[in-house]
């Protein structure tokens, strides 16, 4: 095992702020609702008080009720207006609330099946509640007004133990017949039955009869990258030839029976508890007090069925919490004791997601993952940036990854770096295929395979210019010379270009700039003669900024311009601004603007030249086509060219060149 300073290298950690409750005792029993997210202590049967605490601080109450029998199970309706209780197996008892106030008048409702005895119950709306008996599943609507319910419908199974994910509504019972784990979705009115899960029940665990048995507590209901997963958790003993324990994890299939597809490899044995975090499986181990992580995304082995994981890094314990217990005698009055809890106590029980409650020190905690961690623990770092890429919040720590190690002078592993940007743009482009999928209609059949991008989140171009390769041109140490930032970004445009991303034209402005700045120029100019930069107004712009460095780069521009065709004005602009006004006049010619253009713009350019023959050459051209389009030789009065009319007059004099049949200089003198 690879040497670590424990604190240092600790990436799990309990929420700062626990929410406290009264511990279990001889009066008091705890039960927690994992679909409201609220723990109930209920002291005396609840005769002497429910203290309810949630999450939110709206979900807080204390009430108390009449106390009929020992509670087993105690929630509310997710609008909070219901409560229901079970103290028997043959019925649940129900109080309405109103206003934050309980109504204490309590209704009952007793099993439809009288041969079954009810397990556990499951609110599916406010107003619909789930019976799950030994023998069905019943469904009841809940008339709070009148004080009843109502029978809606059934699905007859032999149940031994049930599971529910409120974060799916997928209900996971166990037949008691034949040990099969049989999906069902749950939604307001219905019951629908999804197909069952292919178990291999061959290292199940047997009963008495030999039947292979999957223990309930062993099997946790989750969501993995938006896909319901059933994980269950097989006991091995770690021999010469077990590797000990295993988590099998069957991602829910709706059509067709469900089958293993991955497997965790634990590598060891003993008792072992499950949280789900940020899609991460987190598995605790009480033996060695440490948890180990996986990813069911990161690339494994195979054995053409399932896929084989091992811990994404190695495994460690939940960082230290210390708590103060005010209810605790303390040296002195009015003090807290300050104690250090029982990581992995066996007082916890964990619930999905990533919810760990300790029942004897009273408190609920929320596990938490510390991103940056495991950034440091990962040596390998295109993992990493696998891995960063499926995290919520793992934008910030790839780009401080990228910034500190792979994309620096000092990282020489050039197909590293390449390696690196091929997995960002690879994700890159199965987002824009996302978003070219949703701007599509419909097929004819009405049904479209629908697809997901490769990771959580998108790493582009901006993200990169913005927070690396912008710091490359800011860069005034000379640690980052203009060579390694023409690699870098050559390799970015190879890598863009390989996935079919248009490339933004801030990212060639970089190269550019850093190939002027390196004073390579024939590398600038076969980048653009072979048009590894794909043109657009932006860089033609950049490109004429160049010409006092480059005087190429002005007919680099205007090619680029033309290449377009559709920034003729521009090139116009361009060729009048460098008093090329006779080739400015001729490329107007060429693409059939010649009768259409102002005249005063030219005449104005020509006599802003201060040559002659050019002013003479551009004055008779529009005197030529005034004569061609109008029959006259004079200018319109609101085209506004008597300033040019009267120098023209100044230089050559009143008598034109032309006679009565037309100019003796043409056009095509220009």
């Known amino acids: 095992m690879e040497e670590f300073k424990e604190e240092e290298g600790i990436y799990l950690t309990l929420s700062s702020s626990p929410i406290r409750f009264e511990p279990v005792s001889k009066i008091t029993n705890v039960f927690y609702d994992d679909a409201n997210q609220q723990v109930f202590a209920v002291r005396s049967g609840g005769a002497t ?6 999450q939110k601080g709206f979900l807080n109450c204390t009430f108390r009720m009449e106390d009929k029998g020992p509670v087993l199970s105690i929630k509310f309706s997710p609008d909070q207006k219901i409560l229901a209780v079970q103290r028997s197996s043959h019925s649940v008892d129900f109080m309405n609330f109103s206003n934050g106030s309980e109504n204490l008048q309590e209704y009952s409702q007793s099993r439809k099946n009288k041969n079954g005895n009810i397990l556990g119950f499951i609110w599916i709306s406010s107003v619909e509640i789930l019976f799950i008996t030994k023998v069905a599943l019943e469904l009841f609507q809940v008339y709070p007004e009148k004080r009843k319910l109502n029978f809606m419908k059934s699905v007859t199974i032999a149940v031994d133990w049930f599971q529910h994910s409120p974060e799916s509504n997928i209900l996971v019972v166990s037949t008691s017949t034949s040990g099969v784990l049989q999906p069902f979705q749950l939604s307001p009115g219905n019951l629908h039955k999804v197909p069952k899960l292919d178990i291999d029940l061959a290292s199940a665990t047997r009963n008495l009869s030999g039947r292979q048995l999957i223990s309930e507590r062993d099997v946790s209901i989750v969501t993995l990258y938006n896909q319901t997963a059933v994980l269950i958790l097989r006991h091995k003993p770690k021999t010469s030839t077990s590797s000990g324990a295993e988590v099998d994890v069957y991602v829910l299939n709706r059509e067709t029976t469900t089958a293993k597809s991955h497997v965790l490899k634990l590598d060891t044995s003993g008792r072992f508890a499950i949280n789900v975090i940020d899609n991460l499986i987190i598995v605790h181990h009480q033996a060695s007090k440490t948890s180990m992580l996986f990813d069911v995304r990161l690339s494994c082995g195979s054995d053409g069925s399932s896929t084989y994981h091992q811990p994404v890094v190695v495994a460690m314990p939940i960082k230290p919490f210390r708590l103060q217990l005010p209810m605790v005698p303390s040296p002195k009055a009015g003090e807290a004791v300050d104690i250090e809890c029982e990581l992995y106590s066996v007082n916890w029980v964990v619930f999905q997601p990533n919810v760990i409650i300790d029942a004897k020190l009273g408190c609920v905690w929320y596990l938490e993952l510390q991103l940056d961690t495991l950034r440091r623990l990962m040596p390998d770092k295109v993992r990493v940036v696998e891995f960063m890429l499926q995290r919520k919040n793992g934008k910030k720590h790839l780009l401080q990854l990228l910034k500190e190690t792979i994309l620096v002078p000092s990282y020489t592993d050039y197909t590293l770096v390449a390696n690196i940007l091929d997995i960002l743009n690879q994700n890159y482009r199965s987002f824009l295929n996302v978003e070219l999928q949703s701007q599509m209609a419909l097929p004819t059949s009405g049904r ?223």
């Open 49 to 54: 008080g429910v203290v309810v605490k949630g």
């Open 448 to 670: 479209m395979e629908t697809i997901s991008p490769k990771g959580i989140i998108l790493v582009d171009q901006q993200d990169l210019y913005t927070n690396i390769f912008s710091n490359y041109q800011n860069s005034e140490s000379g640690i980052i010379t203009d060579q390694y930032t023409i690699f870098v970004i050559t390799e970015y445009i190879r890598s863009l270009t390989q996935f079919q991303i248009p490339v933004n034209h801030y990212i060639y402005e970089l190269i550019i700039n850093a190939m002027v700045k390196r004073n390579a120029f024939y590398q600038l100019h076969q980048f653009l003669m072979c048009h590894v930069v794909t043109d657009s107004k932006p860089l033609a712009c950049l490109l004429l900024s160049l010409e006092g460095v480059y005087p190429a780069s002005l007919q680099l521009a205007l090619d680029m311009l033309k290449r377009l065709s559709t920034a003729n004005d521009l090139i116009v602009e361009i060729l009048l601004n460098k008093q090329k006004v006779i080739p400015a006049l001729r490329f107007v010619q060429s693409y059939g603007k010649g009768d259409t253009v102002q005249a005063r713009k030219f005449l104005d350019a020509g006599m802003r030249t201060g040559d002659k023959a050019i002013f003479y050459a551009v004055f008779k051209f529009f005197e030529e086509r005034n004569f061609r389009l109008k029959g006259t030789f004079d200018f319109d009065q609101n085209e506004m060219c008597s300033t040019y009319i009267e120098y023209f007059h100044s230089l050559f004099g009143k008598t034109s060149a032309c006679n009565k049949n037309g100019y003796t200089e043409t056009s095509s003198s220009l």
